[in-house]
């Protein structure tokens, strides 16, 4: 059974680098043909995708955020990460990892992490 | 990006049927796109429900009743998801995506009450 599980700093001050890990258990990042993605959630709002990271290492991402996000993975650790740069309180949300298959139905999530921009 | 529009709200009592919109923007042709489904309950990550393109390509999450199913309206340029025999757990907020060009899409949601 796979699992996603998020880690990171809870709190982020305004203009600084927000930077989570997702960690994979249950199989191997690099074998098969999924999408490593970061999605998140602003407190009583809905979905946004943020990007993802195809197994063969492409990249995608939103193109409202794009100018400020990076995925990586680190096959080593069986981890993917984001990185969104100059955050400001807008950015406060939950953010989810989640896998999807070529198919395109997103099968595992992470139970998520709330991150707040605050001073 | 496109945008999705869903209703913000829905209801509907226990054992009737539910029926969830998802419109797309004019320039976006439904009957060129899978319409995915997701279920998302206070505290929780969304659950994947289903996926429909048309009646011969279309497919059910793991363990999702067979109670949800999936339409289009193409007359509308609308993806539907349908709710059969309501149960008080359906109560949840849901959301439709697209997959177009690299980029997954959501909708703003519905919160549906079982009433």
């Known amino acids: 059974q796979v699992q996603l599980q998020e880690s990171g700093p809870g709190l982020v001050k305004p203009s600084q680098t927000l930077s989570l890990t997702c960690t994979v258990s249950?199989?191997?990042?690099?074998?098969?043909?999924?999408?490593w993605s970061w999605i998140r959630q602003p407190p009583g709002k809905g979905l946004e995708w943020i990007g993802y990271?195809?197994?063969?290492?492409?990249?995608y991402y939103n193109p409202s955020l794009k100018s400020r996000v990076t995925i990586s993975v680190d096959t080593s650790k069986n981890q993917f990460s984001l990185k969104l740069s100059s955050v400001t309180a807008a950015d406060t949300a939950v953010y989810y990892c989640?896998?999807?298959?070529?198919?395109?139905?997103?099968?595992?999530w992470g139970q998520g992490t709330l991150v707040t921009v605050s001073s | 990006q496109p945008v999705l529009t869903q209703p913000p709200s829905s209801s509907a009592s226990p054992g009737e049927s539910a029926r969830l919109t998802c419109t797309l923007p004019?320039?976006?042709?439904?009957?060129?796109?899978?319409i995915y489904w997701y279920q998302q309950k206070p505290g929780s990550p969304p659950r994947y429900l289903l996926y429909?393109?048309?009646?011969?390509?279309?497919?059910?999450g793991s363990g999702v009743p067979s109670r949800f199913s999936g339409s289009k309206d193409a007359s509308a340029n609308t993806g539907i998801l349908l709710i059969s025999g309501l149960q008080s757990e359906d109560e949840a907020d849901y959301y439709c995506?697209?997959?177009?060009?690299?980029?997954?899409?959501f909708g703003g949601g519905t919160k549906l009450t079982v009433l």
């Open positions: 990271i195809y197994y063969s290492g492409s990249t």
């Open positions: 004019s320039d976006i042709n439904v009957g060129s796109y899978n």
């Open positions: 989640a896998r999807a298959p070529a198919t395109g139905d997103i099968d595992y």
């Open positions: 995506m697209i997959w177009p060009s690299n980029a997954w899409v």
């Open positions: 429909y393109y048309s009646d011969s390509d279309k497919g059910q």
């Open positions: 249950g199989g191997s990042i690099s074998s098969g043909d999924y999408y």
